[in-house]
């Protein structure tokens, strides 16, 4: 019996060392062809000493921090105080978090690249290169700085005037132009986009370029109240205006309370230009036949300055943020919210009293007639004709 157990124990120890014979001629052979593959790839590929490009962060930390306020102004369009404004108001946003790799990009050092991005429209590898970051990283921070101002501050910044804040801009409008009962303009303006690859015959407007459609509603400071945009350019603004929610507040009576005058009741209205149909609570001039009275014409004559508010605002608007100036190279889904931050960020500056630069080569505002089917009013006439003879009669009054 001991002689078989010293046989087996034999017999399994020979098998054992078989075993680990093999697996150590295995290793072996899978080492020598792992070495070979890996002198292969060294061989026929690029060398790198670095997994991630080392980009010069001396603009943004040195340079922008040594600016004087003209400097600074210059470069994002708005004063320091402004900036840390907007960057406190999006503080409580969820911050980016540091991880084993890299740190994260700041909040003040983000909304640097979304404000210089949209006041100059400059390339991404352009931002690239001035803020130290990756060209991928300049597109992801400013769709999402303008997605989060969308969100966050335009309530906050655009809507429309209720309360003390109604009579203030009636009260503007009426001394600042001698308009009553008047608590905005309104008015179209085209923004110019890359073609977009679906539909592009859509966005071609009359003017001969592709563009995205923006109405806005503007008070006496010049500062939106009210925005509708994403419309392609060949829509009629009096369509766009029909499928925008302010236009149907307005027909069901929500949008302001009326006042009567030379015993007819006048409503709160807007005033728009000649593209726009004639309602209670939307006033527009007398078309110019060559047979208008005086009376009609003074009317005119005070209208258009009043009207003028708006035009001013779309000129301060491009004049800030210029990206809106050339061609947005964007999605066409982005647009909208492009727009939309730069109409809050314009109320902003508004509100803090930066200074404004018109743009380089403004587009002159056609007369566009009104849309077919748009007829005038039987009442909203009476309510032209009431202002008419008021404006009349201060007139006479003062000479």
Known sequence: SSCSLLCVEYCLRQICERVISRRRKRRKKIHILMMALCGAIAATSIQRSIWMRRRS???????????TEQDFFQNFIMSRNTFHH????????????????RRSISLRKRVGVGLYWLATGAGYRTLANLFGIAKS??????????????????????????????????????????????????????IP?????????????????????????????????????????????????????????????ELFPAVEINGVQVPIMLLGDPAYPLRTWLLKGYTDTGTLTDQQRHFNERYSRAR???ECAFGRLKGRWRCLGKRLDVDISSVPAIISACCTLHNICEKHGEAHEEPAQAAPQDERTADRGAQDAAHPARVREALTELFYSQLYIII
């Not at 962060?57 to 600016?67: I, S, T």
Request: aromatic share 12%.
């Open 86 to 101: 907007i960057c406190q108001r999006l503080s409580p946003r969820p911050s980016r978090r540091d991880t084993a790799f």
């Open 308 to 310: 003028m508010t708006v």
């Open 137 to 190: 990283s300049v597109c992801a921070i400013v769709h999402d700085f303008c997605k989060v101002v969308h969100h966050v501050l335009m309530p906050d910044y655009i809507k429309l005037p209720q309360g003390d804040d109604l009579q203030e801009v009636l009260q503007g409008f009426r001394q600042r132009w001698g308009f009553p009962q008047c608590a905005g303009a309104i008015d179209g303006s085209h």
């Open 57 to 67: 962060r001396e603009w943004w930390d040195r340079d922008v921090a040594g600016y």
């Open 193 to 253: 986009i890359i073609a977009p690859k679906e539909s592009h015959v859509d966005y071609f407007n009359r003017k001969g370029w592709h563009s995205v459609l923006l109405q806005g509603v503007v008070d006496h400071q010049f500062c939106f109240t009210n925005i509708f945009t994403g419309w392609p350019g060949s829509v009629h603004d009096a369509r766009v205006l029909k499928n925008s929610r302010i236009y149907g507040m307005a027909e069901r009576g």
